[in-house]
């Protein structure tokens, strides 16, 4: 079973636009969530992380955002830069447990 | 740098063939993982070190499967008579344990191609 959903296999977004992409997740054990990016060849880099004791979280141009009554984050990114050109993925995990579970990815493609 | 190093990049092998690839972790860091990433799909965990004890084994990891982290740093993830199935990019993780949560920082990968 998904635990974890990134429903929208792709996103195209003009340069200097707001790009959100979207997660959702199932297990309620879950209270640690984090996006990572991933370029072809590269492992997955770590960008920001939220804790389920809070409903947002900035780090420069990324904000993740948590709706926990919805099972539901978000990752918005403004300005949006023709290198944040990538696939996205949301993990989680649950305190008791130590593995991340990811979704399958949100590729963004940032026009110029 | 002192990321997470993986080696090989890439491994071609034929089917029934052994392979073995190595992770270096952070060097701060009691934690490693590895994980499996196929193409269209987010990284699936296979199994998970805290310093030299293995604390959790995914059941994708088969018997053919078998991971170590003898002195609680470097890990080898071994394959033994590897099938075509088992082509896909493995990565390698590590962490600090700890509150609130744990950030893995990821290896670049070894690709592993099954002929």
């Known amino acids: 079973d998904q635990q974890v959903k990134q429903n929208s296999p792709s996103l195209s977004v003009q340069e200097g636009r707001i790009s959100i992409l979207n997660c959702d997740y199932t297990n309620s054990m879950f209270d640690y969530f984090l ?47 023709p290198g944040d050109s990538a696939v996205y993925f949301c993990a989680a995990s649950a305190s008791k447990g130590n593995k991340l579970v990811f979704g399958a990815g949100t590729i963004l493609r940032v026009k110029s | 740098d002192t990321g997470v190093s993986q080696d090989p990049r890439h491994k071609i092998t034929k089917r029934g063939q052994n392979v073995t690839f190595r992770c270096d972790p952070i060097s701060e860091h009691n934690r490693l993982y590895w994980y499996r990433q196929t193409l269209g799909q987010g990284p699936e965990f296979l199994t998970y070190f805290q ?13 053919r499967f078998s991971a170590e982290r003898p002195k609680g740093s470097f890990s080898t993830l071994e394959i033994q008579r590897t099938e075509q199935g088992d082509s896909a990019m493995y990565l390698c993780a590590s962490s600090l344990a700890g509150p609130p949560g744990n950030t893995q920082y990821f290896g670049p990968g070894t690709r592993l191609t099954v002929l």
């Open chain 2, 51 to 63: 310093n030299e004890a293995q604390l959790e084994k995914s059941r994708l990891l088969s018997d």
């Open chain 1, 35 to 81: 996006w990572y990016k991933k370029y072809p060849a590269e492992g997955p880099t770590f960008l920001i992380s939220i804790s389920s004791i809070k409903d947002k979280n900035e780090d420069g141009r990324f904000t993740v955002f948590l709706n926990k009554s919805a099972k539901h984050l978000s990752l918005h990114i403004v300005p949006s830069q």
